[in-house]
Every structure is written in structure tokens, then in C-alpha cells.
């Protein structure tokens, strides 16, 4: 990989730990642990499904939560510590500056998914006392939310570039809910005609999909993924996050920071 | 050309492309995962817990759910689908979630109610919706109309016909038609002229086009089950008189039974076969017909509306 993005990446990483990001951990830990006890005392039969559609969601809305309020700062931040043109003024430029802060928060959300992971299972263990060969699916569906978290770590860069932190928060935070929904909002376009029909479809399609994405119920249930599945999506998260930086690019490109 | 202008050259078409990509990748999930945001409604059947997770949000969420109940059974009725096991709890999980959306019970029990392939063939769930309605909007007529309508067409109990219409006809501002339709079910139940007055009512209270062109659609199947039904009782008395049947309409005309050529209410003459039957000319166009059809004639599993109902 091209230094300048590593040093970026790594550094962007490095101020996360700083920045005690990884202490979600503990409120993760405390819920998974209290899930797990208390379910199954209270109720009969649904231990698994609560501890998976828990942990899976909780995992998904923690890190939903980090990349939407550090991939906000990630250049704000830099611009206010005047820190930023330090930076550009090594032999660093600005697409590597996007690009090695991406991978950064992007590395930060693998390794923070990768704990919760482990306490999803431990959890899981805990309460059915052994794995079943459908318990790989969980696997899957923490794939999935990590695809999720590189699109919507590449909106907020993308928002964050062009606007106020504050406003970039509202705008990556609305992007994904409206992504949670994007299959209806692409239905309900089906369901229209003419110019109208073209223009939701447009907006349909432009906003991220995350319907796709979450199989948390499925998986709660044992039922397999599709392995082309994994393949569209992995192919489709890789093409709209490469849309967002592109587009997080061209604006900071242009950005006047004198 | 710079540095800049390379690398926004370079993002540019980077953006675009991957933007293209992820279309044709959409499409091919959609399809791969096509109902599958439905049957998330198996996960969670419950109306009353979606309303707890909801957030205060039920209104929403009932009219996501609705359109989900009209997409669902629309893309199985287009299909000719005989089976639509996921409309009843979509309609419950939609009146959970908003009991006062009424649209779901009128339009929902359009669905429900009648056999396959106009319906899901649920008359009893379809009841059970509407006084799950009525329950909560005693004041809206249409929900009494609509379980006596049930009650009438597809349960065939007509004293519950009648109490339904007789209760919806003491509701405030119910329309007239109800008390003449609670007295009709007293005493001409299960004739075809008390189920003309119903589609006939329900098509003047329809706002929707598609509910509206079902109606019409009935009333004109009626109509021909009710013009076959007296061409062949002429027939009939035209054997009984002149000892053969007539070759064409123009002799039942010669011997004074018949005025004109008679014709169906799409405007095309009704057919004289040789064994004395009557058929229609275009069955396709008169769906629901129960009498002159062609024998062997198999009808669309969708019903054809005409484009002027």
C-alpha cells in the first residue's frame, strides 16, 4: 500500500484507541453479559435468538454510532487543529489524506467489530452451552455489518467534507436510515409511472442499500445466507463506498483551505 | 493538465463507474431477495409487539406495512397466484399498528375475502379484520357495509348479512342504501337482483379505480348470468311451442319472444348454438360469468377489467 495512506490509516487508528473509541466495548460486554443471564431466567426457548439478534444489533448500532461520529471529525477535526497542513505539507496529498483516514476508521471498526464478535459467541456458548454448524451464518451477518460500516464511514467522510459536523452527523445518520429502507423505497417506486416512476427510481437507487445487508433475523432463525449474496454485496459495499470517496475526493480536492 | 485536476478526473470517473456498477448488483439482489422484507412479517407476527419496538412511530409503520400488504398481493395476483399466505397477518400487523387506517379494512377485504384468484379465499379472516374495525370505528358505516358484504357473498349467512347492514344503517350519517339493503336480505336473499343492488353499491362507494373496475366487472357478469338465464327459458318455451329449437334469435323474434337481437353488456350479440345453449361472444371480456361460457373454456386466472371501468 502507498506509505503516506498507511502512516494515515495507522495514525487515524492509533488517535481512535486514543480517544478511548474501544470503551464501548465494556457497555457491549455489560449488555451481552446481562442478556445472557437474564434471558434465561425470564424466558424458555428464545435464549439464542435474543443473544444473536442482541449482539448482532448491538454490534451493528455501536459501530453505526463510531463511524458516523468520528468519520464526522475526520477532517473537521484536522482543519481546527490546524494539524491538517502539516500534513498536506509533506509529500502527502489530499486523495491519500481521504483515503488513509478511511482505511483508518475502517480498520478501527474491524477490530472493535472483531471483539464484539468474540462476545457474541461467548455469549452465545453461554447460553447453549455448544456451537451448531448454523452459528457460521452469525459469521456472515458480522461480515455484513462490517460492509455496512465501510459505506457509511465513506458518507460521513463524504458529508463531512463539504459541510458542518453537526449537519454531516444528520446527513449520514439519514442516509442510514433511509438505506435500512431502501428495498420498500424501491418497491414503492416500482409502484409508480411515467417521470415520477424515473425520478424515485433515481433516488432510489442512489441512496446506500442496507436492506440487503442485514440478515440479522435470518441468521437469528438458522437459515443460510446465499453465497451469491455475500458476493453482491461485498461487491456492491465495495462500489458504493469507492462512489462516496470519490466523491469525498473531488470536494476536499477543490476545498479552500487557506 | 495537474495534479488536482488528474485525481478529480480519476475520482470522477471512479464515481460514476462504481455508481453504474451498483445498479445492475442492486437489481440482482432485489431479484434474488424478492419478498424477503416480507418475510420478515413471519419473524415478527405481532402487531402489538412491532408497536412496542416502533417507538411511537406506529402510524409509519402501519403504512409501510399496508403497502406492503398492496404490494404483496398485487405481484401474486398478477401472477395468478392461488395462495396468499402472508396477507392475513400483513392486514393484522397493519391494523395493529393503526387500527384506525380504514383503508386497510375496505381495501384489505377486497383482498381477503374472495376465492382464489380474485382473493385469498379467507372469508373468515376477513370478518374477523373488519369487527376488528368496526371495534374501533364504530362510526364508519363502510366497515358494516363491508362485513355484510362478506357475509353475503362469500359466507353465504344472510341473517349476518342483514345484522350487519341493519347495525351499519343506525350508525350516523350511514349512507340510505343500507336500510334498503338490511330489508332486501329479509326477504330476497340469495337472489341475483339483492347481489346487483350490493355490487351496485359498492361500486358507487369505491374511490379506488381498480375496486371500482372489480365491481363493474361483477355487476356485468350479472347481468349476462341473468339475460342467459331468460334467452334460454325463451328457448325453451319456443321448443314447447313449435316442437324444435330455433335456429336463430330471428325466429324466437318471428314467434313474438323476443324483441331484438339480444346483446351482452359489452354491445356483442349473444350466441344461439345448435343444442339451444347461449353463449357469450368474448368470455375473456366478462370474467366472472357463471352461465354462457363455452364449454371447455378455461377462464384467465386474472380477470380481465376493462380500461373504460
Not at chain 1, 483508518?104 to 471498526?109: D, E, I, M, N
Not at chain 1, 454531516?168 to 431502501?182: H, K, P, Q
Not at chain 1, 441512496?207 to 438458522?222: D, E, G, M, R, T
Not at chain 2, 464515481?15 to 422484507?37: E, F, K, N, V, Y
Amino acid at each position: 500500500m502507498n506509505t503516506s495512506i498507511a502512516h494515515i490509516a495507522r495514525n487515524t487508528f492509533r488517535e481512535a484507541v486514543r480517544d478511548r473509541v474501544l470503551y464501548n466495548l465494556i457497555a457491549f460486554a455489560l449488555l451481552m453479559t446481562g442478556a445472557a443471564v437474564l434471558i434465561g431466567r425470564i424466558s424458555i426457548g428464545i435464549e439464542r435468538l435474543v443473544v444473536i439478534n442482541l449482539g448482532l444489533t448491538a454490534v451493528s448500532l455501536f459501530g453505526i454510532v463510531i463511524a458516523i461520529f468520528i468519520g464526522i471529525g475526520l477532517v473537521s477535526k484536522e482543519i481546527e487543529k490546524r494539524t491538517l497542513y502539516t500534513v498536506l505539507s509533506r509529500p502527502v496529498r489530499r486523495w491519500e489524506f481521504i483515503v488513509g483516514k478511511f482505511l483508518g476508521l475502517a480498520g478501527t471498526l474491524v477490530v472493535n467489530t472483531f471483539f464484539m464478535a468474540i462476545g457474541v459467541f461467548a455469549a452465545l456458548l453461554y447460553v447453549a452451552h455448544h456451537f451448531e454448524g448454523s452459528d457460521a451464518w452469525v459469521l456472515v451477518a458480522l461480515y455484513f455489518i462490517i460492509l455496512q460500516f465501510l459505506i457509511i464511514t465513506a458518507l460521513a467522510l463524504l458529508f463531512s467534507s463539504f459541510s458542518s459536523p453537526l449537519l454531516a452527523a444528520v446527513f449520514a445518520f439519514s442516509m442510514f436510515v433511509i438505506g435500512t429502507f431502501s428495498e420498500d423505497l424501491r418497491g414503492f417506486a416500482g409502484l409508480t409511472e411515467g417521470f415520477t416512476r424515473w425520478l424515485t427510481m433515481g433516488v432510489a437507487y442512489l441512496v446506500p442499500n442496507f436492506s440487503a445487508l442485514n440478515v440479522i433475523s435470518s441468521v437469528a432463525h438458522q437459515q443460510p445466507v446465499e453465497g451469491r449474496l455475500i458476493l453482491y454485496n461485498t461487491a456492491y459495499a465495495l462500489c458504493y463506498a469507492v462512489v462516496a470517496l470519490s466523491g469525498a475526493v473531488l470536494v476536499f480536492e477543490r476545498r479552500n483551505l487557506k | 493538465m495537474n495534479s488536482t485536476q488528474k485525481v478529480s478526473w480519476v475520482a470522477g470517473a471512479l464515481l460514476i463507474g462504481c455508481m453504474a456498477t451498483s445498479i445492475p448488483l442492486l437489481r440482482q439482489m432485489d431479484a434474488m431477495r424478492s419478498g424477503s422484507s416480507l418475510e420478515e412479517v413471519l419473524y415478527i407476527p405481532s402487531g402489538k409487539v412491532l408497536k412496542r419496538m416502533s417507538l411511537g412511530y406506529e402510524g409509519l409503520l402501519a403504512d409501510v406495512y399496508w403497502t406492503r400488504a398492496v404490494q404483496y398481493f398485487g405481484d401474486r395476483h398478477r401472477t395468478g397466484a392461488k395462495e396468499y399466505a402472508l396477507l392475513g397477518p400483513l392486514l393484522e400487523i397493519t391494523t395493529s399498528l393503526d387500527p384506525h387506517l380504514l383503508v386497510a379494512y375496505d381495501y384489505g377485504c377486497t383482498f381477503l375475502s374472495p376465492p382464489p384468484p380474485n382473493g385469498a379465499g379467507q372469508p373468515a379472516r376477513a370478518i374477523k379484520l373488519t369487527k376488528y374495525g368496526i371495534q374501533h370505528n364504530p362510526n364508519e358505516w363502510k366497515l358494516y357495509y363491508q362485513l355484510g358484504f362478506i357475509n353475503y357473498m362469500d359466507l353465504h349467512d344472510y341473517a349476518a348479512a342483514a345484522q350487519a347492514f341493519n347495525e351499519g344503517s343506525k350508525v350516523p350519517n350511514a349512507h340510505p342504501f343500507l336500510k334498503v339493503l338490511a330489508a332486501q336480505m329479509a326477504e330476497h336473499a340469495g337472489e341475483r337482483q339483492t347481489a346487483f343492488m350490493l355490487w351496485s353499491a359498492a361500486y358507487q362507494t369505491a374511490t379506488e379505480s381498480s375496486i371500482k373496475a372489480n365491481a363493474a366487472a361483477h355487476i356485468r357478469a350479472l347481468q349476462v348470468d341473468e339475460d342467459v338465464s331468460t334467452l334460454e327459458r325463451m328457448v325453451t318455451a319456443y321448443r314447447q311451442k313449435i316442437g324444435r329449437l330455433p335456429i336463430s334469435f330471428d325466429e324466437l323474434h318471428a314467434t313474438g319472444l323476443l324483441r331484438s337481437t339480444p346483446v351482452d353488456p359489452l354491445g356483442h350479440p349473444y350466441k344461439l348454438m345448435a343444442d339451444g345453449r347461449i353463449e357469450v361472444a368474448t368470455p375473456d371480456d366478462l370474467p366472472f360469468i357463471t352461465k354462457g361460457i363455452p364449454p371447455g373454456y378455461k377462464p384467465a386466472d386474472v380477470p380481465k377489467f376493462l380500461p373504460t371501468d
